[in-house]
């Protein structure tokens, strides 16, 4: 038995769309029965991570395969989360458990107010006993501003609920060395440093054709859960049970680090930058080796569009990004500003310009 699924705690499930649909589109009723039993039967916290929406709404809309557009998909999201929603209610219900519909964006988790209030709404569904089930908001979210998978979002709740397993449910049930069709492939049962990964081929993309992973998206997803201090299991939809009671089953990776700070884990692994501020030595060492907060006088150019608030990286006199944080200035303000002291600023401007480029609070190490 593995100690590490039968001692967790709270645990986040992710499913794609391959194990809830069929390959035309519409939820599969017993694939959705099955796994809700699974999880409704696990004596941990469940947080549900659920692909299915745009798959579930293709049916309806007549839609004979997964559209490519952002309008089309977002549509079909719109039909599909409500037909999806209504299967695990109606599922779950069966087992005496309520379920609540979360929907996140990039902006949730990466904003400091929207953060919290994102953590205190999955905190409070567990405390009342109910099952989150999450999901990306399809029908607002830009390609700007996308998670682009849901293998990658499960791994980034189960940082933010501070989750002690991740179980990465697919229509693979593990990961291989190659091809699982081919008889010269292996399966791997347990992943403990990088170095494991070498040689494996995960190009192969999944079997049904509604989801948007793969295997490259269920190791990504790995890697960012295990260096969150959390450990994966993946494996096939029809094993969850097995896998939830620890049976050795799929394949595990073994945390590689201790868990940091949740927030700032989002911001580095959630956000794409909105732009670029070059620093020059000094401020690339206060920022990198004091932890200090950036300010106005180490600045020596900018790049990018990007308001207040928005997640933008730090480079070095090389280019290289060493830190990516939430800046508290528009792009627009940002020239007037460069190579000054805080203090000649407030003199000039007023006192609201004395403050920091990039909090350190608002600052993570890349």
Do not use: C
Request: glycine residues 10%; hydrophobic residues 45%.
């Amino acid at each position: 038995m593995r100690e590490q699924v039968t001692e967790a705690r709270r645990i986040v499930v992710k499913v794609g769309s391959s194990s809830l649909t069929t390959a035309a589109g519409g939820l599969d009723g017993e694939r959705v029965d099955a796994l809700v039993e699974a999880l409704a039967g696990a004596p941990a916290e469940v947080v549900l991570v659920s692909s299915g929406a745009i798959a579930a709404g293709l049916a309806p809309l007549g839609l004979p395969r997964r559209p490519r557009d952002l309008a089309t998909q977002q549509a079909a999201a719109s039909v599909g989360q409500g037909l999806l929603m209504r299967a695990y209610n109606d599922a779950f219900a069966r087992h005496g458990r309520v379920v609540g519909q979360v929907l996140l964006t990039v902006d949730d988790v990466t904003r400091r107010a929207h953060y919290r209030n994102a953590y205190r709404t999955l905190r409070r569904l567990l405390d009342l006993k109910a099952i989150p089930i999450v999901n990306e908001n399809d029908t607002v979210a830009t390609e700007e501003i996308r998670f682009g998978d849901n293998d990658r979002l499960a791994a980034l709740v189960a940082a933010l609920v501070h989750a002690d397993l991740l179980v990465l449910l697919s229509d693979v049930d593990g990961l291989y060395t190659g091809d699982p069709s081919l008889p010269t492939s292996r399966a791997i049962a347990d992943v403990r440093t990088v170095e494991d990964l070498e040689g494996i081929d995960i190009r192969r993309p999944g079997k049904a054709g509604v989801g948007t992973g793969g295997m490259v998206t269920k190791v990504e997803a790995a890697r960012i859960a295990t260096t969150s201090g959390i450990p994966v299991v993946l494996t096939s939809a029809p094993h969850a049970a097995a896998a939830l009671a620890g049976h050795p089953i799929g394949t595990l990776f073994h945390r590689l680090r201790e868990r940091p700070q949740a927030r700032l884990f989002w911001l580095a692994h959630a956000t794409s930058p909105r732009g670029r501020l070059h620093l020059d030595a000094g401020a690339v060492r206060a920022v990198v080796e004091k932890h200090a907060s950036l300010l106005p006088a180490g600045i020596t150019a900018v790049d990018g569009r990007f308001a207040a608030g928005d997640p933008v990286d730090l480079v070095d006199v090389g280019g290289v990004a060493v830190a990516r944080g939430l800046v508290n200035y528009d792009a627009a303000e940002m020239p007037t500003l460069l190579g000054r002291s805080t203090s000649d600023l407030a003199a000039e401007l007023g006192p609201a310009y004395e403050r920091e480029v990039v909090h350190r609070d608002d600052l993570v190490l890349l």
